[in-house]
């Protein structure tokens, strides 16, 4: 038996813009087929007649000429920006869609979970949606009910196993939908980033159980935007921009590609023209500063920094707060903070000014980003700008005697410590 699980040669998927196929049934197929030469003839006689072609619509290449090759048991993240190809991959590898050219051969029964409710019959309860997802992925009655209990207790469905998921929340879909590929022993698992529907404690279930999937010896393929969860689950990651493979190799040196790839390098940002400024209709931000604090000539371990943002309001008679959250390069959020700039519906249109303060003694050296987030009745957002810029802490050894090196942890308080000495404790009698 190859101790390949899975390899990809040439693939590439083309979809053109605009355009949706309907359903076909088999005679549809058979017709097209014979048709197809006469409509080309006919187009091109058009075409030449008229002396010009007609404007056809574009097409986008989806992915283009990946290739790759995973063994046996390794776990592999999928990593990239949004509409880079990721999850028409994996659609592929499950046999949704089919490559436009190239191909795939895959040796394992595959189990997915690409979207909420995927392989799901909203009409069936989760009972049966559970016996049915084990069958497509070629299960044996016997087998799922073996699994069945296990299934139920990790989602935590056990009041509504026997109601249609139809009327299941997105978190109870995922619940379930996540239990069963989990549970029904596939051979090669494929994961999308659905897993960020659940709650904070079901991702941490979710995680813990595919590390415990991995070290069965099963394959996994994880997309995910979360940087953390690649470097503790995967082993090695594929990056992937504009359809194509960026890098491969090692996670966390792949994750670090990624990471310093998307963020910008800049610890200032100033948008003088406010047609390429970043906003919409209700903000539009003119600049965001992480500083060094007045009176020190760089950003370290030691002074902290300070955060400046300047943006127009065209909002009148809201409740309007900005939230600003600050992640390391390994895509761990180590703080978020928020400050309510109107209340009681009281703002007003023009021009804010924001500052706040990062403390001292808090970051540890290194290179973080920033996010920043304006909302409305502290509920809804009104505009978002994830990694509008980044910033470096310099290392320092004040109050950690002569320790240069960068400490471990995501912080580095700067805790006061004192120390007593007795020659014998005052509570204690010796005879």
């Known amino acids: 038996m190859t101790d390949v699980a899975i390899r990809c040669e040439d693939l590439a998927k083309q979809y053109r813009i605009g355009e949706r196929q309907s359903y076909k049934a088999l005679r549809d197929v058979i017709t097209d087929a014979f048709a197809s030469p006469i409509r080309r003839l006919n187009s091109a006689m058009r075409h030449s007649s008229n002396g010009r072609s007609e404007i056809e ?7 283009k000429d990946v290739s790759f090759e995973i063994k046996r048991g390794e776990v592999v993240g999928i990593i990239g920006r949004n509409g880079a190809g990721k ?25 997915s979970l690409l979207e909420v409710g995927t392989g799901f019959h909203p009409e069936l309860t989760g009972r049966d949606n559970a016996f049915l997802n084990g069958a497509i992925l070629g299960m044996k ?15 935590e469905l056990e009041k509504f196993i026997d109601t249609p998921v139809k009327r299941y929340s997105s978190g109870m879909y995922v619940r379930l939908a996540f239990a069963v ?29 595919m590390g415990e999937v991995s070290h069965q010896g099963r394959t996994i393929l994880f997309v995910s935007h979360n940087m953390a969860a690649v470097k503790a689950l995967c082993g090695k ?8 493979i960026a890098a491969s190799g090692m996670v966390g040196d792949v994750a670090d590609a990624y990471l310093l790839s998307t963020t910008p390098s800049e610890s200032s940002r100033e948008w003088l023209d406010p047609a390429t400024a970043p906003g919409n209709e209700s903000i539009r931000i003119s600049y965001v500063r992480i500083i060094p604090p007045k009176g020190s000539a760089a950003i370290t371990v030691d002074t902290g920094a300070q955060i400046e943002i ?27 903070s928020g400050h309510r700039i109107s209340s009681e519906r009281d703002s007003q249109c023009g021009f804010y000014h924001l500052s706040g303060r990062i ?13 920043v987030v304006f909302g409305k009745d502290q509920q809804y957002v009104l505009l978002r700008t994830d990694a509008v810029l980044s910033f470096a802490v310099e290392n320092t050894a004040t109050g950690r005697g002569s320790n240069m090196s960068v400490a471990p942890g ?14 014998e404790p005052s509570q204690v009698k010796r005879s």
Do not use: M
Request: proline residues 4%.
């Open 310 to 336: 300047g943006f127009e309001n065209f909002r009148e008679c809201i409740n309007l707060g900005c939230t600003v959250y600050v992640t390391n390069r390994e895509g761990v959020l180590i703080f978020e």
């Open 87 to 111: 999850s028409t991959l994996l659609k592929i590898l499950s046999r949704i869609t089919e490559p436009t050219r190239g191909h795939v051969d895959i040796w394992g029964r595959v189990g």
């Open 359 to 371: 403390p001292g003694h808090l970051l540890n050296a290194g290179r973080y980003s920033l996010d």
């Open 237 to 244: 990651a594929i990056l992937i921009k504009d359809g194509t």
């Open 57 to 63: 619509k574009p097409n986008i290449w989806a992915l």
């Open 181 to 209: 590929a989990a549970h029904l022993e596939p051979e090669i698992l494929l994961v999308d980033e659905v897993l960020a529907v659940g709650d904070a404690s079901f991702q941490k279930k979710c995680l813990g159980k």
């Open 410 to 423: 995501v912080v580095r308080p700067l805790i006061s410590w004192g120390h007593s000495f007795e020659e």
């Open 141 to 155: 009655k016997a087998e799922i009910a073996r699994k069945f209990d296990e299934i139920v207790a990790f989602a």
